[in-house]
């Protein structure tokens, strides 16, 4: 519930209530930012997307604590007139728009670069020649791979932090040649946040870039034939709740050994909540968001999934929980990987006072109680249905 009494930022001074243009506001991440807003403070969401389910129960019905201050504008924003018109009349815009999915990045790379580049040219520029504030949702995969994976095996070094952390000011970004499309994301990440980044210098534009490691929670994605589509490849979370859920082995791509690091979507709300009100903190800052502290290779991952699922579901685990399949199998042809991926926490630490709280087993208690709950009985009926057919 918002609270009444009046709220101050980090500086001590008074937070007004604003108007908030949120793009891609139905996704995930969006999801939970809009709920947090709703509940926890007076601002006004304009939420723009071309889906509503993830944000359906904040939208009705009228006799919600917060209606009127969050409103749906069912947009494209690749054609639609409708656009500059919401950012004018906001304070912020905030822009999570993105086909943001590894599966597609090789299979689908024009969609990805215009979804990730072109289409958030308008964005930018309305932003910047309106004087209007900017929060753009980048990626950590703009880092792509670390120095130390480019080391022998054996090389010392690959111990030496200096060779993996990667740290908003001073790391390069290290992508796979042209035809590894799956690098077409990153690199066209990387050009939107180097655009944004000159229109600050050159005309002024206020703007906050935040690169997300691997949030994960509730509402990521979807179940291939329950929410989405049957052949649909989603994110890991979902990927290995749909074989959990199916009590089908989790498939290991390149045999798991790629390092992820996990932080809860709750936790990495809190920190883009700091960047919403607290501009002078946050404004021409680059800022890792993710929890350096759960770091798992995607092996350990499916092994502490399998645990948890366990444990939540009632359900013993299968006889074989993992199975290994080539990189070519499950994605196609370019596709590539991030060796590692350590979030250097001190310029959000610095600016914002922000770390992650919750351990990555905590975390996927919680989310996995939340999958369980939301989609067993769909997935069983769905299991039986050719069967009695
Ligand atoms: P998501 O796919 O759940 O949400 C993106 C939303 O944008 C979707 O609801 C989609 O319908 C909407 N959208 C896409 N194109 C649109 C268009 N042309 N017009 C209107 N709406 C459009 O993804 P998410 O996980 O919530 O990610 C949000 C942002 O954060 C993305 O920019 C993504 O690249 C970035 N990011 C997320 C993570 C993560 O861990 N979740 C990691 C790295 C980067
Ligand atoms: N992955 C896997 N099995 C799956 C789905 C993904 O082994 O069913 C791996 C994938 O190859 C990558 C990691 O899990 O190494 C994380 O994948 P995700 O799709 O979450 O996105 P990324 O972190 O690569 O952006």
């Not at 809009?34 to 006004?44: A, I, V």
Request: glycine share 6%; hydrophobic share 35%.
């Amino acid at each position: 519930m918002a609270s009444s009494s009046a709220r101050v930022d980090l500086d001590g001074n008074l937070i007004k209530p604003l108007t908030i243009c949120m793009i891609g506001a139905g996704g995930f991440i969006g999801s939970h930012l809009c709920e947090k807003l709703m509940s926890e403070t007076q601002h006004t969401v304009l939420a723009v997307d071309v889906y509503n389910d993830k944000i359906k129960h904040l939208l009705e019905p009228d006799s919600l604590p917060w209606a009127g201050r969050i409103q749906f504008h069912r947009l494209n924003i690749k054609n639609d007139s409708r656009l500059e018109g919401l950012i004018k009349c906001s304070d912020l815009t905030i822009n999570l728009a993105a086909i943001c999915t590894p599966a597609d990045y090789n299979t689908r790379p024009l969609d990805t670069i215009y979804s990730n580049f072109i289409d958030a040219l308008p964005v930018v520029k309305y932003c910047s020649e309106n004087n209007k504030r900017l929060i753009h949702f980048s990626t950590c995969e703009v880092y792509g791979k670390t120095i130390g994976s480019f080391l022998p095996q054996d090389s010392p070094l690959r111990q030496d932090p200096a060779y993996y952390i990667l740290k908003e000011d001073t790391s390069p970004c290290i992508f796979g040649s042209i035809e590894k499309q799956r690098w077409s994301y990153a690199c066209a990440k990387q050009l939107i946040e180097r655009l944004i980044y000159a229109e600050g210098a050159e005309n002024g534009l206020e703007f906050t870039i935040v690169r997300p490691f691997n949030w994960i929670g509730p509402r990521m994605d979807f179940i291939p034939g329950i929410d989405g589509p049957s052949e649909g490849v989603p994110r890991v979370l979902a990927c290995f709740s749909n074989n959990l859920l199916r009590r089908e082995p989790l498939k290991l791509v390149d045999g798991g050994q790629s390092q992820r690091t996990f932080v809860y979507i709750k936790d990495a709300i809190e920190a883009v909540h700091l960047m919403i009100e607290n501009p002078a903190r946050a404004n021409g800052h680059i800022f890792n968001v993710g929890n350096p502290n759960n770091e798992v290779t995607v092996r350990q991952l499916a092994e502490m999934m399998t645990k948890v699922y366990a444990k939540v579901s009632g359900e013993d685990s299968i006889e074989t929980p993992t199975i290994d399949v080539s990189s070519k199998e499950f994605y196609g042809e370019g596709y590539d990987d991030s060796d590692k991926r350590i979030p250097d926490m001190t310029i959000i630490n610095k600016q914002l006072g922000w770390d992650p709280k919750t351990s990555l087993w905590d975390l996927l208690e919680s989310t996995l109680t939340y999958q369980h709950r939301t989609y067993a009985e769909a997935v069983r009926q769905s299991i039986a249905k050719p069967l009695a057919n």
